[in-house]
């Protein structure tokens, strides 16, 4: 009984990376209808954010990226406040896809904390390379520890209010759209760790996600994990029926 009230109470969270994807906005629109339900998240491309929150009854609306000015001569950027104001709610930040292309520690840092500023909760992901991962867990655990103190340097336990407002998600390179995810007993202990490594340095109480191939075949077993609070999905979140699935065993997780 009491495990079912904690379960109720602090239910798991299944946040969709929709990444470069789909190409049209009707296309959107039917997928965030398919996707939509309680504790999901839909993070579509930025175009698409308007007709996607409308679409969404009960699902919150995310972002893939923001910038951390609020205006200037910064060509291509989005403010958290012009996403605050279009119903975002959660922001993905840090994501290895745009670390790939050259964002260091230092902005996924302003990013994450012009988020916290804005109202914004962020999505910050973390997570080794392969060479790194091939040297051990406790190799994998220096490796989140360094970008989890750079990333968050700076960022105070008054400025993250609910163990909501600030989410990190473990996504080890390696797993990332390769088919490949980690065993849900070492993401766990990331996830442990991550937990416990918040607490001691910044008291922080965070949520953490385990990013990195999960589907329907294997979403149940992450969820499971006590110290896993849910998962951030791409490629399976664009499959709408296999999403669809994936609700249904974070629901009855
Ligand atoms: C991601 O986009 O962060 C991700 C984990 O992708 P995939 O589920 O396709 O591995």
Known sequence: MEEALTRATVPK???????????IEAEAVRLARASDAKNIVIAPPF????????????????????????????????SPLMLRALGVRYV????????????????????????????????????????????GLAAAKRFVAHQLRADLRGVSPSSVISHQSLVVAYEP???????????????AEMAEFIKGLLVKSYKLKVSVLYGGSVNVR????????PAIDGALVGGASLQAAEFRKMISINQRS
Request: with cysteine; proline share 5%.
């Open 13 to 23: 969270l299944l946040v969709a990376n929709w990444k470069l994807n789909p190409q």
């Open 47 to 78: 175009p698409f954010l308007v007709a996607v929150g409308k679409a969404l009854k009960r699902a919150t609306l995310g972002a893939q990226d923001v910038f951390w000015k609020l205006h200037g001569a910064y060509t291509g950027g989005v």
């Open 92 to 135: 993905i930040v840090g994501h290895s896809e745009r670390r790939a292309l050259g964002e260091t520690d230092t902005m996924v840092n302003k990013k994450a904390r012009a988020a916290l500023r804005a109202g914004l909760a962020p999505i910050l992901c973390v997570g080794e390379p392969l060479a790194v991962r091939r040297k």
């Open 173 to 187: 390179l390696w797993a990332i759209g390769t088919g490949r995810a980690a065993t849900p007993a070492d993401a």
């Open 218 to 225: 294997n979403a149940g077993a992450f969820l499971a994990e």
